[in-house]
């Protein structure tokens, strides 16, 4: 393996983010050829964690865009200030200021409100990190716009003319896929899926996540996870919640998984109502006696 | 592992593995474009070409490979990367590319959907945005040639009446397949809507500064998305023609329709749909379909729909349609969770049920009464005229 990716490996697990050989291989990538990242996977796969990660080994600041449907233009990249243009325009008038004076001065910078995307293209300081988050979640039509911005890296604003990247940032887009994303989109990144983690980067990121959590009782909430995902359930528990779900023991200071226990808190991870009737006390003991067994059998091997 | 040795620039043997691995991959029918074989290139000389592993993990990255198409790039990566090294790989051979029922492959499956509706002349009209709001809602007699064709029940009526009854097909699917967005857009002042701030004040510099009016912003109507689930088992068979009828009519108005006949065998049949003809399409269906008009499973044929679509045809903006008497020979059980799945992902779920015009009707089917708890809105389908009181209940 590359020096420089086993490297960025072991940075990202001492900030708490344990990566893989594909996670480390696509972030350092991403950043060698300049390509925003498009990240996929389920809930609760990590797949924000990454730009929160990324943004602190480059030292440089998290910019984040929340995508959801109806988001557009001006809440993205940015709004001019209505209430400060107003208040300049009456002051104006007392002075008898000329009409192209006075556009000039409220449509300048100093009455822009930058959005997140134009905050990422201004910063001055070094490339900031831009996490595009559930992109899926926005309209087609901001989709498209999108693809603009992070083709060129410059935005148009009407009244003040083009507005080039001064660092072109670090892009990490997700998607949840609740819809396909477009093709152009999907080309101008790099792409990296991530799925749910197995038994031993899961304990591994319990471990690094939960101190608290011994590594008996890691092995069991993983494995016992691991049980639950295979199980046809409508929303399979991501990494995030089983990071819940240990903390919620510890607390309870559990050292082993136990059928009562469990059923208590199992709210933690299971969050359908369908999913968590499918599971009878009967079902849990069973699971819990597996994710027991598959300690012995590892402490025994 | 003998791959060519670490170098400042790809070399030429690196770049021919490569192109070789793309078209490999294109015949599979996995889709590499160029610029993607560019990536992948400048991806080889900054990482370690010893690590096959590490190789791999790289082209997967920048050839933007899928999960679903997994398989078919460790097969390809196998025969054109690793042959010359002798170590054949045990990967398990990629899953068949279709599902055992649908006839369309997979792979092209979006694309005939994009294309196949592809006349801009289909392309649903422009409507002014506050058309629907004001439109009524359809309960008002037309013409007596209309009201005749009002009460007709769909099993007698023939092709000429489909024709006729056209016009308000297409108004129940307009209602049907349009929607609010959430984005907004200008409008002229006169319109009703919100004020925009933004186009006021820039106006206001004109009268220097000065509100004289405001400019409006509304939320467009946009195209929904629609999956239709139409029965033709034999208890449906005479409803069938005024299905596709209906089909056809949603297709014009929608952005995206989705079409799939179902009986023992879910098929996706939305390619179909664009002949203009209706005799020669049901003639087409009929050959297609593999037995058309015979027993329904309807659980089974909802679960096959879950299970290879549900993620990428459905969605918050998806409405889905079943037209189906809801008498079932399978699982009922299994109606009841898939419904439950569809509604969970989609906008708003109806079940159009010919049966349900008989004023005796009850959902009693086990079928029917297992997808209930799960409908946004049970509604007979029998003759036009239901058709037509389903309209109220379509508000956008």
Known sequence: MRREIHELDGEMAALGYIADESIATAVFLARELGRPLLVEGDAGVGKTEIARVWSELAGTELIRLQCYEGLDVSTALYEWNYPRQLLRVRMAEASGQTAEAMEEAIFSRAYLLERPLLRALTRVDGPAVLLIDEIDRADEAFEAFLLEVLSDFQVTIPELGTIRAIHVPHVVVTSNATREIGDALRRRCLYLYIDHPDVAKEVAILRSRVPGASEALAGEIARFVGGLRARDLVRRPGVAETIDWARALCRLHSDHLDPDTVAATLGCVIKDQHDRRSLPPAEIAGLVAAARAGAGAGAGG | ?396
């Open chain 2, 1 to 396: 592992m003998t791959r060519p040795a670490d170098s400042a620039g790809p070399g030429n043997d690196l770049l021919v593995h490569l192109a070789r691995l793309a078209s490999a991959l294109r015949v599979a029918g996995v889709r590499v474009s160029l610029s993607d074989e560019i990536d992948a290139a400048r991806a080889l000389v900054r990482i370690d070409l010893g690590d096959v592993d590490e190789v791999r993990r790289a082209l997967r990255c920048t050839l933007r490979i899928r999960p679903a198409d997994a398989a078919h790039f460790e097969q390809a990566f196998a025969r054109t990367w690793l042959d010359a090294d002798d170590q054949p790989r045990s990967d398990r051979p990629p899953p068949p590319r279709q599902g055992p029922g649908v006839k369309v492959p997979a792979r092209l499956a979006p694309l005939a959907a994009a294309t196949d509706g592809g006349d801009p002349r289909n392309e649903p009209p422009e409507e002014p945005p506050e058309e629907p709001d004001d439109e009524p809602d359809g309960d008002r007699p037309g013409a007596s040639a209309q009201a005749l064709h009002r009460r007709k029940p769909f099993e007698l009526c023939d092709e000429r009446d489909l024709a006729a009854m056209e016009p308000i097909l297409d108004r129940l699917a307009r209602r049907l397949a349009t929607r609010r967005t959430r984005r907004w857009v200008p409008v002229d002042a006169r319109a009703r809507g919100r004020a925009d701030l933004r186009r006021s004040l820039r106006r206001s510099l004109a009268t220097g500064g000065e509100l004289v009016t405001l400019a409006r912003r509304v939320r467009p109507v946009e195209a929904a998305r629609l999956v239709l689930l139409c029965d033709t088992s034999g208890s449906m068979e005479a409803h069938a023609r005024f299905l596709l009828a209906f089909a056809r009519s949603l297709r014009r108005v929608a952005r995206r329709t989705e079409v799939f006949a179902f009986n023992t065998e879910l098929v996706r049949i939305t390619a179909w749909l664009g002949v203009t003809r209706p005799a020669v399409m049901a003639a087409r269906l009929r050959e297609a379909v593999p037995d058309w008009s015979g027993g329904t499973r309807i659980g089974e044929c909802l679960a096959a729909f879950v299970a290879r679509h549900l993620t990428a045809l459905v969605d918050s903006r998806t409405v889905v349609v079943v037209l189906s008497d809801g008498l079932d020979r399978g699982d009922t059980a299994l109606v009841g969770e898939s419904m439950r799945r569809i509604r969970a992902r989609a906008r708003r779920v109806l079940w159009l049920n010919p049966l349900a015009g008989d004023p005796r009707f009850e959902p009693t089917a086990a079928g029917m009464s297992a997808a209930l708890p799960h409908l946004d809105l049970l509604a007979p389908a029998h003759d036009l005229a239901s058709l037509e009181r389903l309209l109220p209940h379509l508000r956008t």
